[in-house]
């Protein structure tokens, strides 16, 4: 599978045009080394995300922020999408001070 350099949508191997944005599909560019780094780093964050979370649950009141916090994470990373920097200070001081110095170190 391929995925749109614009938009991220998942395509087909024999797509000439992206159905999420309608833009043509070319070649993809070649992932640099930041890019795996950002990705390493994402990746990081939303393993520690999911054990603070479970490890949370004994007190309910977290888990009320927690889990839709880790469920969108969860898929900003595996659609390989921005997350926004008011998302990772609210991890930073909701979720874990592991995972959201990750999120916020990605970009550096």
């Known amino acids: 599978m391929k995925y749109c350099t614009k ?3 998942e395509l087909v191997d024999e797509a000439v045009v992206c159905t999420g944005c309608g833009c043509p599909v ?4 070649k992932a640099s080394a930041s890019n795996s780094n950002k ?5 990081a964050a939303r393993i520690i995300m999911i054990v603070f979370t479970v490890f949370t649950g004994f007190a309910i009141i977290p888990l009320c ?5 880790t469920v969108y994470l969860n898929n900003r990373v595996k659609n ?26 990605e970009d550096i």
């Open 65 to 69: 922020w927690m889990i839709p916090m």
């Open 26 to 29: 070319g070649q993809a560019p």
């Open 80 to 105: 390989n999408e921005e997350i926004s920097l008011a998302y990772k200070i609210c991890c930073l001081l909701f979720c874990g001070t592991v995972p959201g110095i990750l999120l916020l170190l």
């Open 7 to 9: 938009c991220g949508k």
């Open 39 to 43: 990705q390493t780093m994402r990746e």
